[in-house]
Structures are given as structure tokens and as C-alpha cells.
């Protein structure tokens, strides 16, 4: 670690770069490509004291320069630091090497799962968004404007779009929304079913047990107003908004608990292990974009 104890983790890093006579980084030139060796391993580990996208830089840049390294990535909003390296080179080196830099490390295997965890939360939420899209475009174009004919819609319109929800066509029409909101929602609230039905067995209640219960009552309710004889109205519309507003909400609020929880306790940052991909010969190809 760094002798000074208020020195930071720029520079730190800034001081590494110099040393080493490495220029500026620019973080806005996109991902480094490096030939990795075959017989090179690679380990990720989760770091605290990553704060911007030049330190994210500065740390691919020093630990690139080092001999025995191949490839670096580093992601700064997760907090990981990726490396390809020769076997001689061990895992405690390269933890040695970062702490220099004033960043935290703890040993661990769980780098890698936290990695792969957080691009699937990304994930959910494309999948939360886009599906809340394609569901709200035909609501606007069609149902809204016979449900709030009394604003601004011509009447001629009005009776027209109605003639279309009573024919056939709306089968498909509703298929259709039923099969968009029910596919987001079943993917990017998977985890939230899982731990709603848990806590259900178990028969404790909570809110991850109130939110899937009334998405489950409105879907049903509007799956009957669309396909039998019952009366009602059709809330797909609402089983999506809901399904994007808190696949959203709870995706930012825990990236942002895990980004405070590193800045407060950085002491619980791990270390893992991933394979790389193989490119042509006995050489692998890295991105060194930190796996985003």
C-alpha cells in the first residue's frame, strides 16, 4: 500500500503511469484489443476505489505494461479488474500490484458471478423496457383513444378503432399484448417471482409478494376481459408499466447500494477466475473493455 495514507487512488494510479513512462489514457477511445497467449490464465478481481473512467483506463494501461500480462480490463461500474496473465505470474502479485495503486482487494471467488450477475440485471432491464414499448405503442395508437375519446379524438376515428376491437381481429390484437407483457414480465422480474414464491411457501408476507401477486391479478383479469365473455377492461398496458418501473427501480438502487457499499466497506471487494475465448492458433483475442 501506499506510504502516504491520504494520498488516493488517482494518484496513485497517476504516479504508476509515470514511472512506467505511460501516456494520458483517452477513456473515450473504446476497447484495446490484445493478443492473449494460450497458455495465458485469466483472473478477475472486484476492486474498491474505482471512481471514474480515466482511473478505469489508468488501471488497464499500468497493469498492461507489466511483464507477464497480456491483457487488462477494468469496469468501473462494478468495480472489477479482469487480467490475463502467464501462470508464472500468481493471483497474489496482481492484488499486490493493485493495491499499490491505493485500491482495495479481498481474496474471493466471487468476482466473476458478480460480473456475469450484473449484465444480466442489464439485461432484465432492456428486456423490462423494450417489451414496455412495444406494449404502450398500441394501447396509444388503438385502446387510448376509445377510452379517452371526450379529449381530442375525431368520433369518426373513435367508432372505427371500436369496429376493430369488437371483429376478430382483436384476437390476435390481444394475443399479442398478453404474450409481450407475460414474456417481460416472466423475464426481468425472474428473480423477484423466485423470491416472491419462497417467501410465499414459507408464509411470510412481503412486498415482493404484493407486487407479484397484483401484476399475476391483472394479467388474469385482463386475459379474461380479452378472451371470454366477461366484461372488463384489458390492462396489459398497466402489467407492463409496472413490470418496467420496478425492473428499473430496483436495478438502479442496488447498482447504486453496491457502488456505496465499496466505497464504505472496500475491504469486501473478491477475486475469481474466467475462461477466455479462443482465437485462431494458440493465441486468444481480449477486449479490454472490462466485459461490457
Same mark, same amino acid.
Given at each position: ?215 399475476? &391479478? $391483472?394479467? /388474469?383479469?385482463?386475459?379474461? #376481459?380479452?378472451?371470454? @365473455?366477461? !366484461?372488463?377492461?384489458?390492462?396489459? =398496458? ?30 469486501? &471487494? $473478491?477475486? /475469481?477466475?474466467?475462461?477466455? #475465448?479462443?482465437?485462431? @492458433?494458440? !493465441?486468444?483475442?481480449?477486449?479490454? =473493455?472490462?466485459?461490457?
Amino acid at each position: 500500500m501506499s506510504d502516504d495514507p491520504y494520498r488516493g487512488p488517482r494518484s496513485a494510479l497517476e504516479a504508476a503511469a509515470e514511472r512506467r513512462g505511460i501516456d494520458e489514457p483517452n477513456p473515450d477511445t473504446g476497447p484495446r484489443i490484445a493478443r492473449v497467449p494460450e497458455s495465458h490464465v485469466h483472473d478477475t478481481f472486484e476492486v474498491g476505489g474505482l471512481e471514474t473512467k480515466r482511473e478505469e483506463s489508468l488501471v488497464q494501461a499500468v497493469l498492461a505494461d507489466r511483464d507477464g500480462v497480456s491483457a487488462a480490463s477494468a469496469t468501473q461500474r462494478n468495480g472489477t479488474v479482469g487480467v490475463h496473465h502467464d501462470p508464472s505470474l500468481s493471483r497474489a502479485d496482481i492484488r499486490e500490484a493493485l493495491e499499490s495503486y491505493d485500491l482495495a482487494v479481498a481474496p474471493g471467488d466471487e468476482a466473476f458471478a458478480s460480473r456475469r450477475a450484473s449484465q444480466f440485471a442489464s439485461a432484465r432491464v432492456a428486456v423490462a423496457v423494450l417489451f414496455g414499448l412495444m406494449v404502450a405503442t398500441p394501447y396509444v395508437a388503438v385502446l387510448y383513444p376509445t377510452r379517452l375519446e371526450w379529449l381530442f379524438y375525431d368520433p369518426v376515428t373513435v367508432e372505427y378503432l371500436r369496429s376493430i376491437l369488437d371483429s376478430r381481429v382483436a384476437t390476435h390484437f390481444f394475443v399479442n399484448l398478453a404474450t409481450l407483457s407475460g414474456v417481460a414480465f416472466l423475464v426481468a422480474c425472474g428473480p423477484t417471482i423466485r423470491r416472491a414464491v419462497d417467501a410465499a411457501i414459507e408464509g411470510r408476507i412481503t412486498r415482493e409478494v404484493g407486487f407479484v401477486a397484483t401484476v399475476c &391479478a $391483472v394479467f /388474469g383479469y385482463s386475459t379474461l #376481459a380479452a378472451f371470454t @365473455g366477461f !366484461d372488463g377492461a384489458v390492462h396489459y =398496458d398497466l402489467v407492463a408499466y409496472a413490470v418496467a418501473g420496478v425492473t428499473v427501480w430496483n436495478h438502479f438502487a442496488t447498482e447504486e447500494a453496491s457502488v456505496d457499499r465499496r466505497a464504505t466497506e472496500p475491504d469486501t &471487494a $473478491v477475486s /475469481g477466475a474466467e475462461g477466455v #475465448a479462443d482465437h485462431g @492458433g494458440d !493465441d486468444h483475442v481480449a477486449l479490454t =473493455d472490462g466485459g461490457r
